[in-house]
């Protein structure tokens, strides 16, 4: 993750930007203004707020946030002139100048194309049984042209009118989830061949997909991206929630692993021969198991979905995931990753970093685990566009 977080200002604009469409998308469909589109409410409007140009450019970013304080200024006094009638003249003087000289960006630049799946969320919130599911689907509809791994090569790419993009990059991270639901769906219409023209470039699947099938491939492809990432550079370049699983403790009833949220966490992939984990009090540890395993104590699941996903996300194939440990912080987020065999962990095992990240605060030599924690702490990940991460 090499990019730079934006000011906490654009933040906060961006942030309120989108709660106020998703907002207003709820409560147009609440009023019965609009209806349900493909199992959650649509957005009913062809463009919606794009936070891609104030992120390139801090410049226009700025001239955006004079103009949402001098029209928020504008409409203030109005509402106060309109109430005091001796102040009505120049309160209606200040917000016409206010409104007049206000530094009015570009709807071109500060707006894109929407769809009515736009500010759809998948109803799993990342699952790891999901994702599992997800692979034989996009295997039988969709490897064809993007490529067995993603990459955009698959036997039909040659053969259509525009290559199709890679899966396994920053597209995932650059659209929405309800922009790429809607594209698996719907399908996709683009300016092809040498005149440019607009042409249907990928059909829609709604008649050979359920919604809930084109969550599961779009969860899987969050999960093949992660581990494409790391194949590719070694690292998690986008960094990816863990996959949400049940998982029981001993004596307890059985838990979800987004019940942890807040909590920094250590999933330890264990097997035959391998010993039980130590617990450590700065993480909860979680053994996932692909088979049921009789040296398996504490916190535990046992499933095959999961062991595959997680081995997905790892980069390795699930044969190779026995041994390896996984810490995800207190966001949800996965951080860093130990290998099989590796005797403990070492300050190259944090896979998910910026620029900045650094050692940390001080720690014993001896306990990398506590430097790798210190790191996560002091340098969480930060979300853009709702779940788009730095």
Not at 121 to 128: C, G, H, I, K, N
Not at 303 to 310: E, K
Not at 361 to 381: E, K, Q, R, Y
Request: contains cysteine; charged residues 20%.
């Amino acid at each position: 993750m090499n990019d730079v977080a934006a000011p906490p200002w654009l933040e906060w604009l961006i942030a309120a930007a989108f709660a106020t469409e998703d907002g207003l998308r709820r409560l147009l469909h609440a009023v019965g203004l609009t209806g349900q589109f493909d199992g959650q409410p649509a957005w009913p409007f062809a463009v919606r707020f794009t936070d891609y140009t104030l992120r390139l450019d801090l410049g226009f970013a700025r001239n955006v946030g004079w103009t949402v304080l001098m029209v928020g200024a504008a409409f203030l006094l109005l509402s106060v002139a309109i109430g005091v009638r001796r102040l009505r003249i120049a309160g209606f003087v200040v917000a016409a100048l206010l409104l007049a000289f206000a530094p009015w960006p570009r709807a071109a630049l500060l707006f894109d194309t929407a769809y009515p799946t736009s500010f759809h969320r998948t109803p799993t919130r990342f699952d790891a049984a999901t994702a599992a599911w997800g692979r034989p689907l996009y295997e039988r509809h969709c490897a064809g042209c993007h490529g067995v791994d993603g990459g955009g090569d698959g036997p039909l790419a040659p053969l259509l009118t525009k290559w199709p993009p890679t899966l396994n990059g920053a597209l995932l991270w650059q659209r929405s989830e309800g922009d790429l639901f809607w594209r698996i769906r719907h399908g996709v219409r683009a300016p092809a061949g040498l005149d440019g023209a607009m042409q249907d470039t990928m059909p829609g699947f709604a008649a050979a997909l359920s919604e809930d099938d084109t969550w599961a491939i779009l969860d899987y492809l969050q999960a093949n991206a992660a581990g494409a990432s790391i194949a590719r550079e070694g690292l998690w370049r986008y960094p990816v929630q863990g996959p949400d699983f049940e998982f029981r403790c001993d004596g307890e009833a059985p838990r979800r692993l987004r019940d942890l949220s807040g909590q920094r966490i250590r999933l330890i992939f264990g097997g035959v021969g391998l010993p039980s984990a130590d617990e450590d009090p700065r993480v909860t540890t979680i053994t996932v198991l692909n088979e049921p395993h009789a040296a398996a104590t504490g916190c535990r699941v046992v499933s095959p979905q999961a062991w595959a996903t997680y081995a997905r996300i790892a980069g390795v194939a699930p044969t190779s995931l026995a041994g390896t440990q996984l810490l995800i912080d207190r966001g949800g987020w996965l951080r860093a990753r130990a290998r099989p065999g590796a005797g403990g962990w070492s300050v190259s095992d944090l896979l998910c970093r910026t620029e900045r990240s650094g050692p940390g605060p001080a720690s014993p030599a001896a306990d990398l685990l506590g430097a790798l924690i210190a790191t996560m702490d002091a340098d969480p990940v930060v979300l853009l566009r709702g779940r788009k991460p730095h």
